[in-house]
């Protein structure tokens, strides 16, 4: 229990003993002057009488405050939980435009690295087609020049006289290697 309300039960329980204590106290008649007429009644019950009705009127008072604490507790619970609803819905749009976002973005860089790729690979086939027709003038020129060089040779082998060895000749082939025949 709170410690307010054991302090409330408290201070009735001193009342009651107060009150048991001083029973006859509180019966015995004394004149009570009301403004227009004086009556006999007991006055300690009439004290007594509108401490309690101080009390009831507290206790009323405090459950309807506490009560209207409650209802406003509840409402602003209320409030709370459809901000939060909404809060959440704008989060979860946020999210869903932010990975919509991510996934053209992604999209665009894999069309972006296609045609790039598409690029490079007919910039490589150009490479490769213009490596290969050097390759082949450079095979033609050096089977050109080694036919000069054989032609050489021979005149030379011929002119000096029949104790020179042949030397073996190369003849370029019909698919542009250079092979000893």
């Not at 690979?121 to 082949?136: G, N, P, T």
Request: net charge positive; hydrophobic share 50%.
């Amino acid at each position: 229990m709170r410690f307010r309300t054991l302090l409330l039960i408290l201070a009735i329980l001193l009342i009651a003993g107060f009150v048991a204590l001083n029973v006859e106290e509180f019966t015995r008649a004394s004149p009570l002057n009301l403004g227009v007429t004086t009556i006999q009644i007991p006055l300690g019950l009439v004290m007594l009488m509108l401490l309690v009705l101080t009390a009831v009127i507290f206790l009323i008072s405090m459950l309807y405050m506490q009560r209207k604490h409650v209802l406003e507790a509840r409402t602003h619970t209320r409030e709370l939980d459809a901000q939060r609803e909404l809060a959440d819905k704008a989060e979860a749009s946020r999210f869903t435009e932010l990975r919509t976002y991510l996934e053209r973005q992604a999209l665009a860089t894999q069309q972006r690295e296609s045609a790039l790729g598409a690029v490079l690979a007919d910039r490589f086939a150009q490479q490769q087609q213009v490596l290969l027709q050097r390759i082949e003038q450079s095979d033609n020129t050096l089977a050109a020049h080694l036919g000069q060089l054989e032609d050489r040779l021979a005149q030379r082998s011929t002119g000096a006289g029949a104790g020179v060895a042949s030397v073996p000749r190369v003849l370029p082939p019909a698919d542009g290697n250079t092979t000893f025949r």
